[in-house]
């Protein structure tokens, strides 16, 4: 009798384990990011992973005024366009101005100077959203595209400042002010089929990027 007890007491203690073992499994899975913003976060550099004030996040927003925006361009431009093999910045300039209305773009371009993404104009103290669309052929793998992505704005993002100090004028006095930064990095994909010509099966992803600069401190 004394035996069969503490076998027991074994078996209950095995099971008991096993449910730890169990929980622990399923509770890793419940971090795990998704969507393009996520794949262009492990897409980029190691020094831009480290960055913690910059994010990663999908943004309704830019996936409908980017769906909207391409509308403007003409068939023909997305049959020429689907055979593009390399990342290109779109130059359909009614495209352009549709989609930083609809995106609340400060300007419709991200790269302002070769590292370069905000200017020295743009207020320390407000928040400030910029932005791009490029396109590519829409049969290629979208992990190789953020491939390509990343390597177009990696040394762009090293060089976002997790904060500023600038002199100004306020009220007629100088004063000295210092503000920290946070950044969002959003991608958004509108695949458009190729129609202009019936024999033809193509495609093409239209990316638009935006950077967002939100002072978190002022």
Not at 41 to 59: I, L
Not at 131 to 155: H, P, R, W
Request: net charge negative; glycine share 8%; with cysteine.
């Amino acid at each position: 009798l004394a035996l069969a007890g503490i076998m027991a007491v074994s078996m209950l203690a095995g099971c008991k384990d096993g449910g730890n073992s169990n929980s622990g499994s399923s509770s890793e899975n419940t971090n795990t990011a998704s969507g393009y913003s996520a794949m262009l976060g492990e897409a980029v550099s190691d020094k831009v992973k480290d960055m913690d004030y910059v994010t990663f996040s999908d943004n309704d927003k830019d996936k409908t005024a980017l769906a909207t925006a391409v509308k403007n361009v003409g068939s023909k431009d997305v049959y020429n366009a689907s055979s593009v093999g390399t990342l290109t910045p779109l130059g359909n300039t009614s495209a352009k101005a549709a989609f930083k209305d609809a995106a609340g773009l400060a300007r419709d371009s991200i790269l302002s100077g070769k590292v370069s993404i905000f200017k020295s104009v743009d207020p320390i103290n407000q928040t400030v959203k910029v932005g791009e669309i490029l396109y590519i052929d829409g049969s290629m793998d979208v992990a190789t595209v953020m491939d390509f992505v990343a390597g177009k704005y990696n040394n762009a993002l090293e060089n976002l400042v997790d904060s500023e100090t600038v002199t100004t004028n306020v009220g007629g006095s100088i004063v000295t002010m210092k503000v920290d930064y946070d950044y969002t990095i959003s991608v958004s994909i509108v695949n458009v089929p190729a129609t202009s010509n019936t024999t033809y099966i193509g495609s093409v992803n239209f990316i638009a990027v935006t950077v967002t600069r939100t002072p978190s401190q002022v």
